[in-house]
């Protein structure tokens, strides 16, 4: 007889590209970032990260770079069958005025706390100015086979992503929790 | 055909230290090219750094890395995820270059996320510490919080996007280990 195992994944305050829960955990350079202008004031980019059990996404965070400008707007999506973004989870964040450089900028989804259960999921994240710097990971030359985009527009109700547009990863994630 | 099954979860193993520079018990990702001794950078200065506990331990020993000077008096100690301190040991630190181990009171803790914190009392004495670049270590929830010279019984914690610090230490669950 087998006896199961139970899975006792701590939930993580903090969650981005680099955490456990990030697809850039165990990428080296990743943590060495840097400021960068987003690269299209009309794009959304999207970042695979993994759910191991089920928590609460209260706030979307990202890094504001250098210079700020526009507006973020950043939304969760589950994954298709075959692991591209597919539905949105809940609501998309409230559009925020990017506010503060080289800072951890935070915002709350527009319809309340999001739960998440176990599952892989992706992160979108768009910007409204090619003025506004992000941080991205330092290890971002792989990103390319990584991320996904829409070409075109804010965070769509369902994705139709695709792929290209660069390798840029942008530091940005979510927090299980409503402060710090 | 009877199956045996392994006496603990291997993919929560970590070996005999839990902390934020090895898989097992890490937040953020090993990042060796910015990792040395740093003297630290405010006195009184806490940091909480995140650590991820994924079965039921008895923390026995705690170790901080250390870098050169042996002025000022060191904290250390483990944090629940809401704040509260469960254990500490004040500790003058050592001259060395290694790792400084310290004794704590056995306390058992996990699975669940928790906060080593570290405080020093001046600024000449260097430490273990990754030092990626700015806001690498508030991205990966590292927290801070001025204070006082030793660890306080509740954290008041902030996130601090600007350092690029962050001490490299560990929870001990083997407590013959030395």
Not at chain 2, 75 to 92: E, P
Not at chain 2, 127 to 153: D, H, I, N
Request: charged share 10%; net charge neutral; hydrophobic share 40%.
């Amino acid at each position: 007889m087998i006896t199961s195992v139970a899975v006792r994944e701590p939930i993580l305050d903090l969650i981005g590209p680099s955490s456990p829960w990030g697809a850039a955990y165990g990428a080296n350079s990743g943590m060495n970032p840097g400021s960068t202008t987003f690269e299209n004031a009309t794009r959304t980019v999207y970042y695979p990260f993994f759910i191991p059990t089920t928590c609460v996404l209260k706030r979307f965070w990202w890094a504001n770079g250098a210079a700020v400008a526009g507006n973020v707007l950043m939304a969760v999506y589950s994954a298709t069958a075959v692991g591209r973004p597919g539905a949105r989870i809940g609501t998309n964040m409230t559009s925020t005025a990017q506010a503060g450089t080289n800072v951890l900028q935070f915002g709350a989804p527009s319809g309340g706390d999001i739960v998440l259960t176990p599952q892989p999921i992706w992160i979108a994240i768009a910007v409204s100015s090619t003025s506004a710097q992000l941080f991205v990971s330092g290890g971002a030359s792989t990103a390319t086979v990584y991320r996904m985009m829409e070409a075109t527009g804010t965070p769509p109700a369902t994705a139709t992503p695709v792929t290209g547009g660069g390798n840029n990863w942008y530091i940005c994630g979510f927090s299980t929790v409503s402060s710090p | 055909m009877a199956v045996t099954l392994p006496d603990r979860e291997l993919w929560s193993y970590s070996g005999v230290s839990i902390d934020n520079y090895l898989n097992g018990g890490a937040v953020n990702t090993l990042n060796t090219n910015s990792f040395g001794g740093g003297v630290w950078p405010a006195a009184n200065l806490i940091f909480y750094v995140p650590v991820v506990v994924k079965r039921r331990v008895i923390a026995a020993k705690m170790w901080f890395g250390g870098g050169s000077g042996t002025t000022g008096t060191t904290d250390i100690g483990i944090y629940n995820r809401a704040g509260s301190r469960l254990v500490n040991v004040s500790a003058t630190k050592e001259a060395t270059t290694g790792i400084v181990i310290r004794d704590i009171t056995d306390t058992t803790i996990g699975p669940d996320l928790y906060y080593i914190g570290m405080s020093h009392t001046e600024v000449t004495s260097q430490f273990g510490r990754q030092a990626s670049t700015a806001p690498a270590s508030a991205a990966l929830g590292v927290r801070e919080q001025a204070g006082s010279g030793s660890l306080p019984a509740t954290a008041t914690w902030t996130i601090n996007s600007t350092r690029n610090y962050c001490p490299v230490v560990g929870i001990l669950i083997d407590g013959a280990y030395a």
